[in-house]
């Protein structure tokens, strides 16, 4: 803002003379005076508003300031009523009562905000030099510069101009060859093929979707308290494809935000939808749900209005707007578009929270296909076999010898069986084991007391799929069956418990706030043997929970479903003894499984007529169980052998195919809950203070949708695209050009709103917003269009004259010269030193990263960084833990992605000096740098550090700057020849190894050249 | 024109946006002499009091009703269920709402009153009970949130949620630092024995927010670099480095005279500083040549880096060396079962090392214009959490009342503000809000936290947003 104060008066010196409402007075009287007299409702003073016109003329006579309620106020000679109070800690300055002042005398006129009203495209002004404009752009430039009395740069040299053109468009430096291509090709358009070339690169995808990462909040955490992980990577690689396909930003649009509610919506669109769950999720033990409910809706309202529209709407989740004529009731209207989302409160504090879909990969879903073939096919084959297989069944049946006892049991996965049988596993405990006739066999007898110590059997934890069963005759209605799990009440494991005549399931981490509990709500009767079953997912829900009692589902009680952490535990498996309880009465044949079971194999387990049997019984008169039960001991043990292979290999098949898909990445996604939650407004924006109840909506400032749109998200995203909006268009054009000249058009990249900053060129944003529109929100065409222009080409030397007027370069009288992004500081030094590894998309990685910042925030685990290519990916693809972002990147300004940003920030300090300087990515940079200026720069030292110096700037040193760079190589050879170590401490730096090959002194002296190369002002800035 | 001294005045009069320190606004200063303090027109708003804050952060919610709020009606009470008089239904976390008794759990530690103030402190802290005339109490203090992450953010940055700036970089942006070569705000971390398994930090709660990065708290840690980076790698020596910077500097003023570029000359002196700081920093942390006696005053954990008797040692060092905000975080207050056990040690973990932190401020003369803030960010309900025993009880989260106290420049002290209900369950005498401790900080600064703002979002943002009243009681 100072330096805007510094433009201004060069601006209204050379200005047309008339006020303009807009340019001029709105900021004003928004800043001054409306948090008192604007939209705010409930604290606006003597019913004065002046951000609306009618509400302005109370207090305005057009044409007569001094007659003018207004004027005399701010003028008035008592401090007392003078305006503004002096306890708003406002003031107007003399050129400011100036201002307004001229805008009464000259009639007052209104406008409307510039930012609601439709751009309107002017056709490109007349300029001075009509040689000048390459294309559109130039004449808006140019036309203002004429006004300003200020020339254009010439344009830059080549070298300048690749290597400007490579970081804004791919966000990597040029290589040499690229370099040399350029300054030899003579064509006419050798600019434009650049141009066409890096856009067709897979690197722009990337480069683009670094700063909608910002916007979006991506990380891969969630942000609260543990900050956990959780995966939301196949997102983000959906954004490079979709900026590398060059996909429309008004579909790019409506799929981000609604892609699950189009019509036959395809795997991709919903995974689109990621965009709004990339906020922050809570998982705090004793958080309380509801409360961030309403942070996550509010969330997705800031950051969609922030990103389409430039709006800060959530300025009025508490009270109306005080500065945009947004009501209270407006935002909790447009929040009503994000709140009927089926989510928790209560976020899994580890992984990804529903709703989420799995998001395979491109190979994944070839892999995929290709296990789905085979299932097809061996289902095929084994179908094929029906009628042969039923004749060998009726065949076996026939010829099998009944009295000889033969039973079957799932046995898949099956980790442990106690047919207690006159024998006990493990140890017995309080007493000996007693027996008695059991379901099978004999049975366990308990007394209250006694139980069995079965040793380190199931120790399944809360992603594990598993199984328990046994049969069990209760004599007294509350007990342990099967547990793994602390020996007192309520403690951490998981269990199968007796309470009260009905079955329960715990899971317990810590009672009441980490834990699941379901029951049956049918009791389980006493004195009589019943087959308990249950059966698990892994999917931490009580939703993955199935109870059978005597092989039919059981109806379920949700006790508790608020499962968050693992309840693994080291207690060994127990029977008849848990948490404190004690069983009473007989258990038999207790199964302990690795895998969930279907309800066909529970029904099966429960039949406990033996299949000797069971094939006496006729077959139509078997139970559907039974006959699974016979069919499979058949098909299993006593089919022929290609039956058996048969049924082995679909059944193998469908594992594996289950298998991998548990193992597919998830996406969070966007989803209708069925029936809409009711919207309330908010009092003082609090979870717990709902006011009035409202419906969805569009705030009334804005064009209302279209009377036949669907009044939901889908309808909502389609009105943002429409052509007539006012903002989307605006704001992401206005976005684009802050990535490529530093400075948005609007300075307030994130704020359009009467606070937001009065463009700087009003008539080039409109004529680039109508254009965006017009080719269809065509993004690489809009990025073409910008830096081809003849604006984007300039030189970006100053003169000190230049300096001085337009210190911050906002008319573009020269090229803008600004830092590297974060990313690019980090991706060029691996680029130049060779290192890179460009891979596509994939989980994030953790490259270098000062040991300790992980654990000594939380005590936790620490930092475990990767090895190999995984160091030395682009800066975009670096793990990004919210609660202990990676310094590298934040030291350069990075945005923190705790919430959504948009403004470009960029500061200059001593820690990114001390990073460039120290930080082992950059020193073993410059070593493998140096490897590259020995082996590929030419014979002489001073063709080996021209090739240097050109592997980060583009160009050759000239002779002062090579003679500096040729002093301090020998200063540092010169020290290394004195002593061994030095030389061979610095070369150890960085996983990679120095090239045996190369004389290790002379190394460590270009190395330390190409440190000094790496912290050049020039090598971390675009020129 | 000469590029050089145009760039030198651009580059002193602070107007570049991208001119900057991390928290290391007063680096500034001996580049650009004493006119340029690296402070906001127009402040301090008053003749401060003090010139620093050590603010001693004990991170997980220190039991007011074991330490310093004092209720002897209790001990009748012990196992009773909470009277619903006493709740009024109000919120409980997650991890009790679904409790279905509350009984009252006395403290089983002793209490007795101290001082000309005659303070309540407990068995438990012996050595600050010594110095309770030194101190001041507030009891009435209360939160909004009631779990940690949303109360520890609320705490450093006025909002339960992200994005605010901490206070230490409100008061970095505003006042900027008294040392050429140190940060003006610094952050330690150190963890209690109380409860190992402690709620968690987040680099957010020194964080910036939206103002600029450089006003962000730089952390000094204890493991490995002081400051990131700060050690040049074996192979490169101190003078191998300055010449490197001589180099650098060359090269880059070529750069600038073609260019004139100002902000190539704000990279220059960025270089300088950041060379200072490679001195002295290590001269901060190495406490070798303090005397035995410190180390027996603030105890034999303080030689063990990373401790909090070691980091309140350093702050020591810090207030000396003029750090504007100097920030400790204690962790290990989570006494949600086992209180018993894990008390009584996290205790003398503090006791010693705040009792020794002021006695030794004091006896530099630190004291006086330097203020010690203490407290977390909530307190513990009355209520055991899980089953009350003989010897073990827990507590839950207690946002409705807690205990903080103050010591040194313009604090009054031997004063107590405010007080509880015969629970320590709700406030019946003056409390004070979070925003009001902030106002009260700042204006031991001479700060009037309404005029601390910076726009953004097209908002004048302050700390205490709308809220916020100066605690006139606790005032010297």
């Known amino acids: 803002m100072r330096n805007l104060r510094l433009l201004l008066p060069l601006i209204a010196a050379v200005a047309p003379a008339a006020v303009e409402f807009n340019r001029d007075i709105r900021p004003i009287l928004s800043d001054k005076c409306f948090s008192c007299h604007g939209p705010d409702d409930k604290n606006r003073m003597a019913k004065l508003r002046l951000d609306t016109e009618a509400g302005a003329r109370a207090a305005v006579v057009p044409g007569d300031a001094n007659k003018s309620v207004l004027y005399q106020r701010i003028t008035h000679q008592t401090r007392g009523l003078r305006m503004p109070p002096v306890a708003s800690g406002n003031t107007l300055t003399e050129r400011e009562i100036g201002l307004l002042r001229d805008w009464i005398d000259e009639g007052a006129r209104w406008q409307g905000h510039w930012s609601f009203l439709k751009p309107v495209r002017m056709a490109p002004p007349k300029v001075s030099n009509p040689a000048w404009p390459r294309n559109a752009i130039d004449h808006f430039i140019l036309a203002r510069l004429d006004r300003e009395g200020l020339k254009p740069s010439p344009e830059a040299d080549r070298r300048t101009l690749i290597r400007r053109l490579s970081f804004d468009l791919t966000g990597l430096p040029p290589t040499p060859a690229e370099v040399d291509a350029f300054l030899n090709d003579s064509s006419p358009n050798a600019y434009e093929k650049v141009v066409d070339r890096l856009l067709q690169a897979q690197r722009f995808g990337e480069r683009m979707a670094v700063r909608w990462l910002d916007a979006a909040r991506y990380a891969d955490t969630n942000g609260y308290q543990t900050d956990a992980e959780r995966s939301m990577w196949r997102w983000r690689d959906w954004v490079i494809d979709a900026f590398n396909r060059n996909m429309p930003f008004d579909r790019f649009t409506v799929e981000q935000l609604a892609g699950d509610l189009l019509p036959n919506a395809t795997r991709d669109q919903i995974l689109a939808t990621g965009f709004n769950r990339n906020h922050r999720g809570n998982g705090e033990g004793g958080s309380i749900p509801e409360e961030f409910l309403v942070e996550y809706s509010v969330d997705r309202v800031d950051t969609t209005s922030t990103v389409w529209m430039g709006l800060t709407l959530a300025c009025s989740r508490c009270h109306d707007h005080k500065y945009d004529p947004f009501s209270q009731k407006d935002f909790y209207r447009f929040f009503g578009f994000f709140n009927n989302i089926p989510e928790k409160g209560k976020v899994f504090k580890y992984g990804n929270s529903p709703p989420l879909i799995p998001a395979p990969t491109a190979s994944q879903e070839a892999e995929l296909k290709v296990i789905e073939g085979r299932l097809a096919k061996a289902d095929d084959r084994f179908e094929r076999m029906y009628k042969e297989r039923k004749a060998a069944q009726v065949e076996w049946e026939r010829s099998l010898d009944r009295s000889r006892p033969l039973d079957w049991a799932p046995s898949f996965a099956m980790t442990a069986h106690y047919a207690f049988d006159g024998q006990t596993p493990g140890i017995a405990r309080e007493g000996s084991p007693a027996f008695d006739s059991g379901k099978l066999g004999q049975a366990a007898v308990f007394d209250g007391k006694r139980y069995v110590e079965a040793g380190n059997i199931g120790q399944y ?360 992004a974060p990313e690019m500081v980090r991706d060029q030094a691996l680029s130049a030193s060779g290192l890179l590894v460009e891979k596509l998309g994939g989980p994030s990685v953790k490259p270098y990263q000062p040991a300790g910042l992980w654990k000594e925030l939380s005590g936790g685990a620490d930092y475990q960084r990767d090895h190999g290519e995984n160091l030395y990916r682009r800066s975009m693809y670096t793990y990004w833990k919210r609660a202990s972002p990676p310094p590298g990147l934040m030291t350069f300004d990075s945005a923190g992605r705790e919430t959504c940003t948009v403004r470009e920030n960029r500061t200059n300090t001593p820690l990114q000096a001390l990073t460039l300087m120290n930080d082992e990515t950059y020193l073993e940079a410059s070593r493998k740098m140096a490897e590259r200026m020995m082996r590929e720069g030419g014979a002489t030292v001073d063709s080996r550090l021209a090739y240097g110096f050109s592997l980060a700037v583009s160009r050759h040193p000239k002779d002062n700057e090579a003679r500096v760079l040729k002093a301090s190589f020998d200063r540092n050879l010169a020290r290394f020849q004195r002593e061994d170590e030095p030389a061979r401490k610095l070369l150890a730096q960085g996983e990679s190894k120095p090239d045996p090959a190369l004389n290790a002194k002379e190394l460590a002296a270009y190395a330390s050249v190409a440190s000094l190369i790496l912290n050049l002002d020039e090598a971390i800035t675009k020129e | 024109m000469n590029h050089l001294s145009m760039t030198r005045r651009y580059f002193f009069s602070r107007t570049s946006a991208s001119l900057g320190v991390p928290a290391l606004a007063g680096l500034l200063k001996n580049d650009l002499g004493a006119a340029e303090s690296g402070t906001l027109t127009g402040l301090p708003h008053f003749a401060p009091k003090a010139k620093r804050v050590i603010y001693l952060f004990q991170s997980g919610g220190p039991s007011q009703l074991d330490m310093f709020d004092w209720k002897p009606a209790l001990s009748g009470l012990r196992g009773k269920e909470l009277p619903d008089s006493v709740r009024q239904g109000q919120r409980l976390t997650g991890m009790t709402a679904t409790q279905t008794s509350f009984p009252v759990a006395p403290t089983i530690y002793k209490f007795a009153q101290h001082g000309n103030s005659g303070a309540w402190v407990s068995e438990l802290l012996p050595k600050l009970a010594k110095m309770a005339d030194d101190l001041t109490f507030i009891k009435s203090m209360h939160t909004n949130a009631i779990n940690h992450d949303p109360a520890v953010t609320f705490f450093q940055t006025g909002f339960i949620l992200a994005g605010r700036p901490s206070i230490g970089s409100w008061l970095a942006y505003g006042l900027g630092s008294e040392n050429k070569d140190l940060p003006a705000f610094v952050v330690m971390i150190s963890q209690g024995t109380g409860n190992p398994a402690d709620q968690p930090l987040y680099d957010r709660l020194w964080g910036s927010g939206f103002l600029p990065t450089r006003y962000q708290g730089v952390k000094f840690r204890s493991i490995g670099d002081p400051v990131l980076h700060i050690k040049n790698p074996e192979g490169i020596g101190r003078e191998d480095r300055r010449h490197f910077i001589d180099e650098l500097s060359q090269l880059n003023q070529i750069r600038l005279d073609e260019f004139g570029d100002p902000e190539i000359a704000t990279r220059v002196a960025q270089y300088e500083m950041a060379f200072r700081m490679q001195s002295s920093v290590p001269d901060l942390i190495d406490v070798s040549k303090e005397p035995e006696r410190v180390f027996e005053m603030y105890g034999s954990e303080s030689r063990r880096p990373g401790s909090f008797a070691a980091n309140c040692l350093l702050a020591r060092r810090l207030a000396e060396r003029g750090v504007r905000f100097i920030q400790l975080f204690h962790r290990g207050w989570d006494q949600h079962n086992k209180l018993p056990k894990q008390l009584p040690g996290q205790c003398r973990d503090m006791d010693q090392a705040c009792s020794a932190l002021i006695t030794d401020l004091k006896e530099r003369g630190l004291l006086e214009d330097t203020l010690v803030v203490w407290g977390g960010e909530f307190g513990r309900t009355v209520y055991c959490q899980g089953k009350l025993t003989e010897d073990d009880y827990g507590r839950d989260h207690h946002p409705r009342c807690f205990t903080m106290w103050m010591a040194g420049g313009g604090i009054k002290p031997g004063v107590t503000v405010g007080e509880t209900d015969d629970f320590s369950y709700n406030i019946v005498n003056e409390p004070v809000e979070v925003h009001d401790l902030h106002a009260t900080i700042l204006h031991c600064l001479g700060v009037d936290h309404s005029k601390l703002t910076f726009k953004f979002q097209g908002r004048h943002f302050r700390l205490t947003d709308i809220h916020g009243k100066v605690v006139k009681k606790v005032l010297a």
């Open chain 1, 461 to 820: 934890g809360m992603l594990d799929k598993f199984a328990l069963a046994a049969w069990v005759k209760p004599s007294q209605p509350s007990g342990a069956i099967v547990t793994r799990a602390q020996d007192i009440e309520e403690q951490s494991g998981y269990g199968l418990y007796l309470h009260q005549g009905k079955l329960q399931v715990n899971m317990i981490v810590r009672w009441l706030d980490d834990c699941l509990r379901v029951e049956t709500v049918d009791p389980v009767k006493l004195n009589e043997w019943t087959h308990v079953a249950m059966t698990y997912d892994g999917s931490r829900t009580a939703d993955g929970i199935r109870v059978y009692l005597n092989g039919e589902p059981a109806k379920l009680k949700y006790i508790v479903d608020d499962l968050n952490q693992d309840f693994r535990s080291k207690e060994p498996l127990r029977i008849g003894a848990g948490n404190g309880m004690r069983f009473h009465g007989s258990i038999d044949d207790v199964r302990v499984y690795s895998d969930a079971l279907t309800s066909a194999e529970a029904a099966a387990l429960a039949v406990s007529t033996p299949v000797n049997e069971l094939v006496g019984l006729e077959s139509a008169k078997r139970t559907r169980a039974q006959a699974d039960k016979v069919e499979w001991c058949f098909l299993e043990r006593f089919a022929p052998q290609p039956i058996r292979t048969a049924w082995s290999e679909l059944h193998g098949l469908r594992k594996q195919r289950e298998k991998f898909l548990d193992g597919l990445p998830t996406v969070m996604v966007m989803q209708e809950r069925p029936q809409v939650r009711e919207t309330f407004v908010l009092n003082r924006g609090q979870y717990d203070q709902p006011g009035e109840k409202v419906t969805r909506g569009i705030p009334a400032a804005l064009p209302p949708l279209p009377r036949d749109a669907s009044l939901d998200r889908l309808g909502l995203a389609r009105w943002l695209v429409s052509p007539d909006h006012p903002l989307t268009a605006r704001v992401t054009v206005n976005r684009f050009w802050q990535m490529l000249f530093g400075t948005g058009i609007v300075k307030t990249v994130e704020d359009f709103g009467s606070q937001g900053e009065w463009p700087v060129h009003p008539e080039l944003l409109d004529w680039l917003a109508t254009e965006f529109v017009r080719t269809g929100w065509d993004v690489k065409a809009m990025m073409k269009t910008m830096v081809t222009s003849a604006a984007y080409r300039q030189s970006s030397k100053a003169t000190p004259e230049l300096l001085q007027k337009d210190p911050e370069n906002r008319l573009l009288a020269r090229g803008s010269r600004f830092r590297l």
